[in-house]
């Protein structure tokens, strides 16, 4: 069957087969103005990596730190300090904090404890496959963060809530959800401190040492860790399960040679990640090879048509830190299901959104 190519690269992102029209963003200008979009493109690995890395091409539009319609909500008041939002003095060391701690995690024991998760709740249909995805990454984050059991329902339902808040496609409903989740959730890392709950050795203990340096982030970015495994972590999961699906033979590869699954799961960083497009907004006038950009404007980067440079968890200053925890998440819940999936009959499209690349899975086989 013969796909029609993506007329944009928001369309991109949930086209059944984008990639051919990625390679050929690529092989353009790597960075140009689209005036159909109103907006700036860069593509392919030299422009993503150059936009990304330049100190004037910020994360949020001047003068506008949280979107408009999150002004004066709990989500805003969130947005306002996540780390991976802003580019403000204030957030320099809450970064660093948060990076530090990340890359503390034992990530051995990681991938054993959720192995054990996963392999209680292997997936028996497609419903309960979509479900998995979300779900165990972010029980397994909660347990990393030091939350018991019992708690890691209610705080995977409230975090894939609260991300609603994130999207421009999301109806009035789902930010009105996305609200009252942005309350639970703060309400729960709030009580964890509070009762000093915070179990020793864990990921919250290794960050709350250094309270005073997160300022009044501190809630927030705690918030912040749970909705960056959500999306990102699903769509990585989702994209190796349609790998297995359209590789036959990858599955029995990886079942003679176990230890090649996390190269398995850097090639789908490569070949088909979960996050496609970011962007960037011009504080000032800047130039790339020749081309300038005035200040103000928008640049959709395109990380997808970046190919084998694996942009998908970003780079340069807002790279995100969680990768190698993501992995070993991914891997543990693949080798936990994957005898269980491989005669489950799947066919799949792709979750709306302007970003992020993940599957949503039905009973049958795609055409």
């Known amino acids: 069957m013969h796909l029609v190519d993506p007329a944009d690269p928001f369309s991109a992102v949930t086209h059944m087969a984008p990639y051919d029209y990625y390679r050929r963003l690529a092989d353009g200008p790597p960075l140009r103005f689209d005036a159909t979009l109103d907006c700036w493109l860069a593509t392919g690995a030299a422009g993503v990596q150059a936009v990304l890395e330049h100190p004037a091409c910020r994360v949020r539009p001047p003068g506008l730190a949280v979107p408009q319609n999150l002004a004066g909500t709990p989500c805003g008041a969130i947005f306002a300090e996540l780390v991976r939002m802003n580019d403000g003095e204030r957030h320099v060391v809450p970064k660093q904090v948060l990076a530090r701690a990340l890359g503390q995690v034992d990530l051995l024991r ?18 309960q496959l979509n479900e998995a995805i979300f779900q165990l990454p972010l029980f397994a984050m ?12 209610a705080l ?7 991300v609603a808040c994130l999207s421009p496609l999301s109806n009035g409903e789902q930010l009105a959800g996305a609200q009252e989740a942005a309350d639970a959730l703060l309400q729960g890392f709030g009580h964890l401190l509070r009762e000093g709950d915070a179990r020793p050795g864990s990921l919250l203990a290794s960050i709350v040492t250094e309270t005073d340096a997160m300022g009044n982030g501190l809630l927030a970015n705690l918030v912040g860790l749970l909705s960056q495994t959500c999306d990102a972590t699903a769509g990585l999961l989702g994209n190796a399960i349609v790998a297995l699906r359209t590789q036959p033979e990858l599955l029995a590869q990886l079942r003679a040679t176990p230890e090649r699954w996390p190269a398995m799961l850097r090639e789908v960083s490569q070949c088909d990640p979960s996050v496609h497009n970011t962007r960037r907004y011009t504080a000032q006038d800047v130039e790339f090879d020749g081309v300038r950009v005035p200040a103000g404007q928008m640049i959709v980067v395109v990380l997808a048509s970046a190919g084998q440079a694996a942009l998908g968890f970003g780079h340069g200053r807002h790279v995100c ?14 080798q936990a299901w994957s005898d269980g999936l491989e005669g489950m ?23």
Request: hydrophobic share 50%.
């Open 345 to 367: 009959p799947l066919a799949w499209r792709y979750l709306p959104s302007l970003n992020a690349r993940i599957p949503v899975f039905t009973q049958g086989e795609n055409a």
């Open 142 to 153: 909660a347990d990393l963060l030091g939350f018991a059991p019992a708690q890691w329902p």
């Open 321 to 334: 830190p969680g990768q190698s925890i993501a992995h070993a998440i991914a891997t543990a819940c693949l």
């Open 110 to 127: 990681l991938q054993v404890q959720t192995s054990r998760m996963a392999g209680d709740r292997v997936p028996a249909s497609a419903a």
């Open 156 to 162: 995977a339902e409230w975090t894939r809530a609260f």
